[in-house]
């Protein structure tokens, strides 16, 4: 059996070394910040569903015919949930011939 080949290590270079950490450090603080910019693009885009969504739920409620004619009735009678038949409007005859006549 043969002996094992002993190398001899490189050199130490201790600028190297402290070049290659200053480079790591670098790129960790750029991560940091790219991790920080996204949590913040994040908070955003949680902010405008947040909104969105509530908007959502007030046009819902807006265009909601049952309970708006409900609060009209009750507005113009006092009673909730009566049904009205509408007066049929009439027409002053000073212009009854412009084309409204058919109200």
Not at 23 to 30: D, K, R, Y
Not at 55 to 60: G, I
Request: glycine share 8%; net charge negative.
């Amino acid at each position: 059996m043969s002996a094992p080949v002993k190398t001899n290590p490189a050199p130490f270079d201790a600028r190297q070394l402290a070049d290659t950490i200053d480079t790591m450090g670098l790129l960790v603080a750029s991560l940091s910040d790219r991790v920080d910019a996204q949590g913040r693009m994040l908070e955003q885009v949680l902010q405008v569903a947040t909104e969105a969504r509530a908007a959502a739920f007030a046009a819902e409620k807006a265009t909601d015919w049952k309970r708006n004619g409900d609060l009209i009735n009750e507005g113009l009678f006092g009673e909730p949930g009566r049904s009205t038949s509408w007066p049929k409007l009439s027409i002053p005859s000073s212009i009854s011939g412009t084309g409204f006549s058919s109200l």
